[in-house]
């Protein structure tokens, strides 16, 4: 994907982009509007080759896809993104499944009904909008060992890759990062606690990002 100083880029998602932002300033390129996770390393890279172009991030923790769908026109139409990186599906299994309360996640059929239904409305009103579709992940510690993610995340997981196959310019393809970094240490260096980043899994996303994006 080719970026210019003209672009303006959104990150989308759920506590893994908000990364503690503050969320009452609104200014885009501001490092505390963009947090401190992975959309702030990429987005700080992206800053530094392409002087002028804009960076928001509008995660908030604890979103579903339904959360998104619900929030959508003020928090990704209105700002009008070029380039628009959505990263969601953990909080879907976590609050439901996960926890033994499906009513409050996102059963797989309106998971992918709903997120497909966002990028079609995305794409009428936003023409030539770029799309990158993060997977969502998990790793073997914390929470993920003491609730029941699986086989749901996993079937999740599955659902985003087939919907990027349809609808996106660029698939970053978390999972996999995350599995080759346990190659290097173990996974409570990479998620803290088996589903939120570290520093040192924030940048390792950020580098996968920038890579598979530019």
Not at 95 to 113: K, M, Q
Not at 178 to 188: C, I, K, V, Y
């Amino acid at each position: 994907m080719q970026l210019t100083s003209d672009d303006i880029v959104l990150f989308q998602g759920d506590s893994i982009t908000d990364a503690g932002r503050v969320r009452e300033d609104s200014r885009p390129n501001a490092a505390d509007f963009l947090g401190h996770g992975y959309a702030t390393l990429a987005a700080a890279r992206l800053l530094a080759d392409l002087p002028g172009l804009t960076a928001h991030n509008r995660g908030i923790s604890g979103n579903r896809v339904t959360d998104l769908r619900d929030r959508w026109q003020a928090d990704c139409l209105d700002l009008r993104p070029t380039v628009l990186s959505i990263l969601i599906g953990v909080n879907d299994t976590w609050h439901g499944v996960a926890s033994g309360t499906p009513h409050n996640g996102t059963t797989l059929p309106e998971f992918d009904r709903v997120y497909r239904q966002l990028l079609d409305d995305t794409k009428e009103r936003l023409p030539g909008v770029k799309l990158v579709i993060c997977e969502p992940f998990v790793l073997e510690c914390g929470a993920v060992l003491e609730m029941n993610f699986h086989p749901d995340i996993g079937e999740r997981a599955k659902l985003v890759h087939a919907i990027a196959e349809d609808y996106a310019d660029v698939f970053v393809a978390f999972q996999s990062v995350l599995n080759a970094a346990l190659a290097d240490a173990g996974p409570e260096v990479w998620l803290f606690d088996g589903v939120h980043p570290t520093l040192a899994g924030h940048q390792r996303m950020a580098d996968a990002w920038l890579q598979a994006v530019t």
